[in-house]
């Protein structure tokens, strides 16, 4: 990433020197497979039962509530659909809404395909789900509400503690997606009422393909690896042990900073808009002012494509995003933006700015800088903005 300003920490993030440090040996000294019946193997088992009572503490969990899985992907692909199949007997239906990431609504889609129902919920036009609207969906059918803590693109922070109190009174299962949450702001499972909740090690400075999900004592998704008795016959696979070690040093080092943190990112995004919204003409923020994750700032530029801000960006050395890596390169404009009602062509010229632990005020100041002359020079080349 030399030379580069990295504006897109919601996407990954660098693991950090330390993690990485925590990690080393388990690849080629502390190798042996946590399920062996040797001496040596005690090393790795040793590990990977200390990182999953660190990652337990850090969200209010208990040890044997956590499952280590490849990541956020496929948590919540088990989560879905593991407790979607437990519980057919009891109901085929399901609410989620309509700006989950992938991950949840590509699960969802292909269970409505095998006979589920599913209920997609609006959020507001600041991106906000209320638990109003959930609790006029529930059904003798609901057996699940999936609705993410924060959201990847706008950063909205739902009313969990609220959906998880309703979900308790109804004895309806509820599995969040905190993929960009855990780590970014306090959680505790317990005291949220949260059945299952998915996360993932590369969201928060750990290593990628390592996540897990956290799944309430009494609760059972149906089981969809198949092939060994690891995580307690939940979870088959050997061990991803160095990527355990370093998805709980990540995750230690970011719980006992949430605060700190919180304040630092916070404050540097509240300048950020401040700057960018005084400077420009013409400019949203979407999502909500103050519900948000600390790090997410995302606007919409009118009379512009987002994907030529973003490769003009690119050429000033600065890595940002349109929204979900997922939906760049293709021509629709992101499903969450259209979700809290922005019209096409606004969408369409939307940039994501989430920042991390490495950027500076110096930093800002270029990006802003950079962003007046470039939004000026597309406009310039806009019909559209002429006619105004
Ligand atoms: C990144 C992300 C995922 C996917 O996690 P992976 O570990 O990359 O599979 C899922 N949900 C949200 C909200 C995310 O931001």
Same mark, same amino acid.
């Given at each position: 990433m030399?030379?580069?300003? #990295?504006f897109?920490?919601a996407?990954?993030?660098?693991?950090?020197?330390?993690?990485i440090a925590?990690?080393? +040996?388990?690849f080629?000294v502390?190798?042996?497979?946590?399920?062996?019946? #040797?001496s040596?193997?005690r090393t790795?088992?040793?590990a990977v039962e200390?990182?999953?009572?660190?990652?337990?503490?850090?969200?209010?969990?208990d040890?044997d509530?956590?499952y280590?899985?490849?990541g956020?992907t496929e948590a919540?692909n088990?989560?879905?659909r593991?407790?979607?199949y437990?519980?057919?007997?009891?109901g085929?239906?399901?609410?989620? @809404?309509?700006?989950?990431?992938?991950?949840?609504?590509? @699960?969802?889609?292909?269970?409505?395909k095998?006979?589920?129902?599913?209920t997609?919920?609006k959020?507001?036009?600041?991106?906000?789900?209320? $638990?109003s609207?959930?609790e006029k969906?529930?059904?003798d059918? @609901?057996i699940?509400i999936?609705?993410?803590?924060?959201?990847?693109e706008?950063?909205?922070i739902q009313?969990?503690?609220?959906?998880?109190k309703l979900?308790?009174e109804k004895?309806?299962?509820?599995h969040?997606?905190?993929?960009?949450?855990?780590g970014?702001?306090p959680?505790?499972?317990?005291?949220?009422?949260?059945d299952?909740?998915?996360?993932?090690?590369?969201?928060?400075?750990g +290593?990628?393909g390592?996540?897990?999900?956290y799944?309430?004592k009494?609760?059972? +998704?149906?089981?969809f690896?198949?092939?060994?008795?690891?995580?307690?016959?939940?979870?088959?696979? $050997?061990?991803?042990?160095?990527g355990?070690?370093?998805?709980?040093?990540?995750?230690?080092?970011?719980c006992?900073?949430?605060e700190?943190?919180?304040?630092?990112l916070?404050?540097m995004?509240? #300048?950020?808009i401040t700057?960018?919204m005084?400077?420009?003409?013409?400019?949203?923020?979407n999502?909500?002012?103050?519900?948000?994750?600390?790090?997410n700032?995302?606007?919409?530029?009118?009379?512009?494509?987002g994907?030529?801000l973003?490769?003009?960006?690119?050429?000033?050395?600065i890595?940002?995003?349109s929204?979900?890596?997922?939906?760049s390169?293709?021509l629709?404009?992101?499903h969450?933006?259209?979700s809290?009602g922005?019209?096409?062509?606004?969408a369409?010229?939307?940039?994501?700015?989430t920042l991390g632990?490495?950027? $500076? #005020?110096?930093?800002?100041?270029y990006?802003?800088?950079?962003?007046?002359?470039?939004?000026d020079?597309?406009?310039?080349?806009?019909?559209?903005?002429?006619?105004n």
């Amino acid at each position: 990433m030399k030379g580069q300003i #990295y504006f897109d920490h919601a996407a990954t993030t660098a693991v950090k020197p330390e993690v990485i440090a925590k990690m080393l +040996p388990y690849f080629a000294v502390d190798y042996a497979n946590p399920s062996s019946v #040797y001496s040596i193997s005690r090393t790795a088992r040793h590990a990977v039962e200390e990182s999953r009572e660190t990652i337990a503490q850090c969200i209010g969990a208990d040890k044997d509530e956590i499952y280590f899985t490849s990541g956020g992907t496929e948590a919540d692909n088990w989560a879905i659909r593991g407790s979607a199949y437990a519980n057919k007997n009891k109901g085929n239906h399901i609410i989620t @809404t309509e700006f989950e990431h992938h991950a949840v609504l590509h @699960t969802c889609k292909q269970l409505e395909k095998e006979g589920f129902e599913v209920t997609y919920i609006k959020p507001d036009s600041e991106g906000i789900i209320h $638990t109003s609207d959930i609790e006029k969906a529930i059904t003798d059918k @609901t057996i699940l509400i999936t609705i993410m803590f924060a959201n990847n693109e706008i950063g909205t922070i739902q009313p969990i503690y609220e959906i998880g109190k309703l979900a308790k009174e109804k004895g309806i299962l509820f599995h969040t997606d905190a993929v960009q949450a855990v780590g970014a702001v306090p959680i505790n499972v317990k005291e949220m009422n949260i059945d299952m909740l998915s996360m993932s090690a590369h969201k928060f400075y750990g +290593p990628k393909g390592i996540g897990a999900l956290y799944v309430r004592k009494g609760v059972r +998704p149906q089981v969809f690896m198949q092939g060994g008795a690891q995580e307690k016959n939940r979870r088959a696979g $050997t061990e991803n042990v160095p990527g355990i070690v370093g998805f709980a040093a990540a995750l230690f080092d970011a719980c006992m900073h949430t605060e700190e943190n919180a304040l630092k990112l916070g404050q540097m995004r509240d #300048y950020l808009i401040t700057e960018v919204m005084n400077k420009i003409p013409y400019v949203k923020l979407n999502g909500h002012i103050s519900k948000r994750l600390p790090n997410n700032a995302n606007f919409s530029f009118e009379f512009i494509e987002g994907e030529a801000l973003l490769l003009s960006l690119d050429l000033e050395g600065i890595a940002a995003s349109s929204g979900s890596a997922c939906t760049s390169g293709s021509l629709d404009p992101s499903h969450v933006l259209l979700s809290i009602g922005l019209p096409h062509e606004i969408a369409h010229g939307s940039l994501r700015i989430t920042l991390g632990d490495d950027n $500076t #005020y110096y930093q800002i100041d270029y990006l802003v800088e950079k962003l007046i002359t470039i939004v000026d020079r597309l406009r310039k080349m806009s019909p559209l903005y002429h006619e105004n």
